[in-house]
């Protein structure tokens, strides 16, 4: 069972950066890849990045690719999105999610889901 908690969010300009973090219960951390989803608003929930259980892999959506950076340190059982140059269109809650089986990049290959964080870029 794991649990999690994101924080970071908040109101920016665009072209401006905010880092998200996802701060997970638990001592097994690195067993799980994790996840970035966001639902902006009138959209449907979407993929943003994911990252494997070690770290060694990484995989981003098309709309944030040479954005957005994830990254994860198991020590502090945490997870990172990095987020520059911001868009109005990436306005959305932000959820982290946490993945136990061989697929991470749908939001049903998740099991474990936070109560998210709000992302606003103003124009």
């Known amino acids: 069972q794991v649990q999690l908690v994101e924080s970071g969010g908040g109101l920016v300009q665009a072209g401006g950066s905010l880092r998200l973090s996802c701060a997970a219960s638990?001592?097994?951390?690195?067993?799980?890849?994790m996840g970035w989803f966001r639902r902006a608003p009138g959209k449907e929930r979407e993929f943003v990045s994911a990252?494997?259980?070690?770290?060694?892999?990484?995989y981003y959506a098309d709309s944030v690719e040479g954005r957005f950076t994830i990254s994860r340190d198991n020590a502090k059982n945490t997870v990172y999105l990095q987020m520059n140059n911001l868009k109005p269109e990436d306005t959305a809650v932000y959820y982290c999610?946490?993945?136990?089986?061989?697929?991470?990049?749908?939001?049903?290959?998740?099991?474990?889901w936070g109560q998210g964080t709000q992302v606003t870029v103003s124009s």
């Open positions: 990252i494997s259980g070690e770290g060694g892999s990484s």
């Open positions: 638990g001592r097994t951390f690195s067993t799980y890849a």
């Open positions: 999610a946490a993945a136990s089986g061989t697929y991470y990049r749908r939001a049903y290959d998740f099991g474990y």
